[in-house]
């Protein structure tokens, strides 16, 4: 009667499990980079307040002064291999740096964005219940008149021939104005309220 060699049994039993676990941790490496998405970058820029600019409004006439506020809105996919949907975008305007004074608001089309695109969209409101007399006050100090611009849409990701659910996504930032009545571009923040990376992650797998 031959005797069983249980030690290469253990062995090659310990084998087989490593060797199951490094695959399943390569395929679940090979799954969360297929699935990973980066956030669209959004930022602002030619903002101008015409009622701000100094060498237009010399008289300083309120009854005259012209209400409305330009500005271009750019948001790129810096994806190579995933596309972007958004709903309609809507751009919200205050005065200061919270939500007490809102002046107007804008709403860009929804629209599909490419791989590594980027996208420009003008806008322009007409503000209401400025407060004028602060904001000049401001910038005849040589200082800035502050705004608030809140961004916010519902996305969704397009990963090979299939889209992601929607994700809300929603963007904050103040921009300063001075008495040219115009701003430099403003870099602004995108998150995705309360999903975190690792729910981001596994709502995918739900």
Not at 30 to 56: F, H, M
Not at 74 to 87: I, L, S
Not at 128 to 156: C, E
Request: hydrophobic letters at 35%; one cysteine or more; aromatic letters at 12%.
């Amino acid at each position: 009667m031959s005797n069983y060699d249980f030690s290469s049994s253990r062995n090659s039993c310990a084998c087989h499990c490593v060797k199951l676990i490094v695959s399943l941790g390569i395929t679940a490496l090979i799954l969360w980079l297929s699935l990973r998405t980066t956030k669209p970058k959004c930022s602002i820029g030619d903002v101008y307040v015409r009622g701000l600019d100094k060498s237009v409004n010399s008289n300083n006439n309120a009854t005259r002064r012209d209400k409305n506020l330009s500005f271009q809105l750019n948001v790129k996919n810096e994806m190579k291999d995933k596309g972007v949907r958004y709903d309609d975008i809507t751009v919200n305007f205050y005065y200061g740096t919270n939500t007490s004074y809102p002046i107007g608001n804008f709403t860009f089309d929804g629209f599909k964005q490419g791989k590594d695109k980027e996208a420009f969209k003008s806008g322009m409101i007409e503000t209401h219940n400025m407060p004028w007399d602060d904001a000049i006050k401001a910038v005849s100090n040589g200082s800035k008149a502050i705004f608030r611009v809140d961004v916010s849409s519902r996305i969704k990701y397009k990963i090979t021939f299939w889209y992601t659910k929607k994700h809300n996504y929603f963007v904050e930032n103040k921009v300063e104005i001075d008495d040219t009545g115009k701003s430099s571009a403003q870099q602004l923040h995108c998150c995705f309220g309360v999903f975190g990376l690792t729910l981001f992650v596994l709502s995918f797998l739900l």
